[in-house]
């Protein structure tokens, strides 16, 4: 039995390619080979702009790297209430925010909400209890 084909596979070999194991043609090449680094890199002002390494707002997805991206949910101050700059009741008051002032919420959680407010967007923390 040991030369019968009925029992044993025949052995062949495949034709051998050189050069490129799929045989695709060469990549074309993009934009992105242009690009160099030239320096360090200039991150927006965190002051003006919401971001943090877990979560920036949408409009910075092509400036920042974050694990996240929102699009702020639009939110009135429903009392008179302090822009911190932490979650913190402790934290530095950024500045006041009147009753029925704008505030672009992104983040709300354990009882703060964070995002930005007015024209001039200062990003901060205020009590989520202070927004409708």
Do not use: C
């Not at 932490?86 to 704008?102: N, Q, V």
């Amino acid at each position: 039995m040991k030369g019968s084909s009925a029992t044993s596979a025949r052995a062949t070999t495949a034709p051998r390619h050189t050069g490129q194991s799929s045989g695709r043609h060469p990549p074309t090449r993009t934009s992105a080979d242009e690009f160099s680094l030239t320096g360090p890199s200039r991150f927006p002002d965190p002051d003006f702009n919401a971001y943090r390494k877990d979560l920036a707002d949408v409009a910075l997805a092509g400036t920042v790297i974050a694990s996240h991206y929102a699009e702020p949910l639009e939110r009135r101050v429903e009392h008179a209430s302090a822009l911190r700059a932490a979650a913190s009741d402790d934290a530095e008051i950024i500045r006041k925010l009147a009753k029925g002032e704008t505030f672009d919420l992104l983040d709300d959680s354990l009882g703060w909400a964070w995002g930005y407010a007015g024209e001039d967007r200062r990003v901060g923390y205020v009590a989520s209890e202070a927004l409708a």
